[in-house]
Structures are given as C-alpha cells and as structure tokens.
C-alpha cells in the first residue's frame, strides 16, 4: 500500500518533502531519480502502516529494527518485486535514514545492517559497427519529413559518435552548438549529478547538426531547445525510442538495438579499436571507473590479443 493513500503523521511528510528538496537542490538529483526515490519511500511508510497497525511517527520509524525492514524485504520479494527495484528502494532508504540522521539527530543503525541483494551483472549488448552505422545512416527512411530525419541522424549520431546519453542530448540548447554548428569540434554536456565534461565532436556528427538547424521548420534562438518535436518544444526520449524501435524493425535489427546501445557501442568499439579505459571513463561521464570496467568482459578477444603480443611468457 503506498502511504500518498494513507493519512501521513504530519512530521513526517514535512521531513519527507524537506528530503526530497534536499536531493533535488543540494545533492542536484535528477528528477527521475528524487521521483523514484520518493515513490520507493512511500511504499515502505505504506508497509509500515501496515506492519505497525497505523501510519509511523519519526520516533517508531527510528526505532524500527533489522527484523522490520527485512519483513518489508521480504514483502517485495513476495510480491514479484525486480532485485534491482529493490536495490533502488533500499538504497532510497538508506539516504532518507542518512538524512535523519544528519540533519534531526534520528540515528538508525539497523539499516546499515540489512544487505543489498546480489544483482545478476547485467553487462551492456553494443550493436556491431555495421549495424550502428545502419541504424544511424537509416534515419531519414524512418521519417515522412526530410527535417525530422536530419534531427533524428544528428541525435543517433551524437550517441553513437560521441557517447552521449538520450537525457544529455535532448536537454542540449541551440546557443551550447555555436553560431556556425558545422564548425562544432567540442561540446559541453551536463551529465548525471550536474557534473560537466568536455566531449569532442566528430566532423560528421557537426555536420549533421548544422543540416538539422538549416531543415528545421521553427526559428531556434540561443536559449531554444536544440532538437524539437512537430510543435517546436522540447523532443521527448519517448518519441526517439519510438523511431528508433522503427528503424529496427525495417532493419531487421535486434531488441537489444536501442537508442542507449549507440551509446554501449561507442564505448566497446574505441575499446576495441585500443583506447584506454580512463579516456573512456572521461568521455561517457563516469563517476567510477568500476562502471566503465563491465567493457572489458566484452572485448575478451582483444585482451587476449594484447595479453599475447605483450607478455614476455606469451
């Protein structure tokens, strides 16, 4: 049961907006991420409210103990709950109960002690270089109007060419691409957690966009969305899925060839092809380079080579 349906203690849901705020202004959470994070926390107060007999105070819920959450544990894995849905609500448990205990004094030490459950290691499915270049070179075909597939080419290419994220292209504004887009060699991008870096840009993908701008049917000021929809506003990661989902369907392309995987196979191909995996860190917007690490599983047979060619033993 989740507790927006229940009648919340009063404190409660002040401290519970007071966090969200926090994430959002102070730790510059996406609002994908406060929104998750505070749909997994109300279903725990939900839970709560239940296991207690009636919605928790600050008090009931410090004094909550292993035994409590691993029930709620146990809740969500009876009722189907993905592990990594799981994770995500434990882990935005752990931070509101971090919260408490920093900014009110409500320490906890019960939620330290619950584990996180194994994840199966989900590594990323790039497509083959040829397939790439097929799903972005494609485009056009996808599209009834000629500027719609130049936005679209310019978009697929900014994945796969550099290594953006579907977020990060979209929230891109006309004014960050210059005046004169086809001279573009390096681009500011906003990633995660509002951290900036510096990605270089291909002729081929500055060319794309200055295609797009000189097709596209709305005037784009400085302060305008870079890549818009038919109305002029902003394009939303849902309508480039869908087209996407298109391409690969006339191409024959399997499920796994989403927007997303462009950017997967930007990262394995400059693997493959021998750059190293700090530059990659830096160029995907890494904050570990642990996350980077799941790309070398997928080029054993490069590692191998080089393991051979270099040993003194090989």
């Given at each position: ?8 203690d ?5 401290i519970?907006?007071a ?7 102070e730790?510059?959470?996406a ?7 505070r749909?997994?926390l109300?279903?725990?107060l939900?839970?709560?409210?239940e ?20 029930a ?6 009876r ?12 882990a935005?448990?752990r931070?509101?109960?971090r ?19 194994r994840?199966?290691q989900r590594?990323?499915?790039p ?10 070179t ?5 599209s ?12 697929l ?14 929230a891109?504004?006309?004014?960050m691409v210059?005046?004169?887009?086809s001279t ?10 509002q951290?900036?870096?510096l ?22 000021v ?18 480039l899925?869908r ?13 796994s060839?989403?927007?997303h ?9 400059l ?21 980077t ?22």
């Amino acid at each position: 049961m989740q507790a927006d349906a229940l009648s919340i203690d009063p404190e409660v849901a002040a401290i519970v907006q007071a966090w969200c705020d926090w994430l959002a202004h102070e730790k510059r959470q996406a609002e994908l991420t406060v929104k998750g994070y505070r749909t997994d926390l109300m279903g725990f107060l939900g839970f709560c409210a239940e296991h207690l007999g009636g919605s928790p105070s600050l008090e009931q819920l410090a004094a909550l103990k292993i035994i409590d959450f691993r029930a709620w544990l146990a809740t969500r894995h009876r009722d189907g709950v993905a592990k990594t849905s799981v994770a995500r609500g434990l882990a935005a448990l752990r931070n509101f109960y971090r919260y408490l205990d920093r900014q009110h004094g409500l320490h906890n030490p019960a939620i330290k002690a619950l584990r996180t459950p194994r994840q199966e290691q989900r590594l990323p499915r790039p497509l083959s270089s040829d397939q790439a270049d097929d799903l972005v070179t494609s485009a056009p075909a996808a599209s009834k109007l000629d500027w719609i597939g130049k936005r679209d080419t310019a978009l697929l290419l900014l994945l796969y060419g550099a290594g953006l994220r579907i977020g990060e292209a979209l929230a891109l504004n006309r004014g960050m691409v210059g005046g004169d887009p086809s001279t573009l060699r390096q681009l500011t991008v906003t990633g995660k957690g509002q951290k900036q870096r510096l990605v270089p840009i291909l002729p081929i993908i500055a060319s794309a966009i200055s295609d797009y701008i000189a097709a596209c049917p709305f005037h784009l000021v400085d302060a305008s969305p870079l890549f818009v929809g038919l109305r002029g506003k902003r394009l939303q990661p849902a309508l480039l899925r869908r087209q996407v989902q298109t391409l690969r369907q006339m191409l024959g392309l399997p499920e796994s060839a989403t927007p997303h995987a462009l950017r997967h196979s930007f990262a394995t191909h400059l693997l493959t092809d021998g750059a190293d995996l700090r530059t990659i860190q830096e160029l995907l917007g890494h904050a570990s380079l642990s996350t980077t690490q799941g790309y070398t599983s997928l080029d054993g047979a490069r590692l191998m080579r080089l393991y051979q060619s270099a040993h003194p033993r090989a």
